[in-house]
T-cell receptor, first 112, second 116 residues
Framework: QKEVEQNSGPLSVPEGAIASLNCTYSDRGSQSFFWYRQYSGKSPELIMSIYSNGDKEDGRFTAQLNKASQYVSLLIRDSQPSDSATYLCAVKTGNTGNQFYFGTGTSLTVIP | DAGVIQSPRHEVTEMGQEVTLRCKPISGHNSLFWYRQTMMRGLELLIYFNNNVPIDDSGMPEDRFSAKMPNASFSTLKIQPSEPRDSAVYFC??????????????FGPGTRLTVL
């Protein structure tokens, strides 16, 4: 079983819609959770971090964490074509120092 | 802040040649990570250092790969001899491992390696 799992997609949403990206993880001791955005040919860029159960909002982005169910999600409201990218979920587990585990990413396309 | 710096940005070499990738982490960061990314396998952690000491190199694919961090501001990843299957984008990332685990990794621009 992989440490972090994501649906690879592709996920397509119309411009202005809400895009919902999901991620599950296996280590219940995980402490920190991150969402990275990666444009084609570029490096991953941090867009959200979340550490406690519940929601965390930053502009059009909302991260949701449910430790009991071991999932973390990212909602993108009012999706724009510029949001088209691959979104990587990363988890820092509780038993491996400061190593991060990355999912394989979900490809999102926002259709104008 | 200049961010994580990697060089070269692109490298094309022939099978059997030695390849050296370089990374300068963000000043003040105490952890450094080397990743490899391919379409087939996604982002794979190769090795990471904490305070210049290698902590986990279980992701290094074989003895052809080696990494060093002689000081807090420089690291190298070497492949000798290189093979076509090593073709990938290699990312370096750094973080400050603070108490409580709330550290964030920042990625460099990557080195696109092509082995012919």
């Amino acid at each position: 079983q992989k440490e972090v799992e994501q649906n690879s997609g592709p996920l397509s949403v119309p411009e202005g819609a809400i895009a919902s990206l999901n991620c599950t993880y296996s280590d219940r001791g995980s402490q920190s959770f991150f969402w990275y955005r990666q444009y084609s040919g570029k490096s991953p860029e941090l867009i959200m971090s979340i550490y406690s159960n519940g929601d965390k909002e930053d502009g059009r982005f909302t991260a949701q964490l449910n430790k009991a169910s071991q999932y973390v999600s990212l909602l993108i409201r009012d999706s724009q074509p510029s949001d088209s990218a691959t979104y990587l979920c990363a988890v820092k587990t509780g038993n491996t120092g400061n190593q991060f585990y990355f999912g394989t990413g979900t490809s999102l396309t926002v259709i104008p | 802040d200049a961010g994580v710096i990697q060089s070269p940005r692109h490298e094309v070499t022939e099978m059997g040649q030695e390849v050296t990738l370089r990374c300068k982490p963000i000043s003040g960061h105490n952890s450094l990570f080397w990743y490899r990314q391919t379409m087939m396998r996604g982002l794979e952690l190769l090795i990471y250092f904490n305070n210049n000491v290698p902590i986990d190199d279980s992701g290094m694919p074989e003895d052809r790969f080696s990494a060093k961090m002689p000081n807090a501001s420089f690291s190298t990843l070497k492949i000798q001899p290189s093979e076509p299957r090593d073709s990938a984008v290699y990312f370096c990332a750094s973080s400050f491992a603070a108490a409580g685990g709330r550290d964030t990794q920042y990625f460099g621009p990557g080195t696109r390696l092509t082995v012919l």
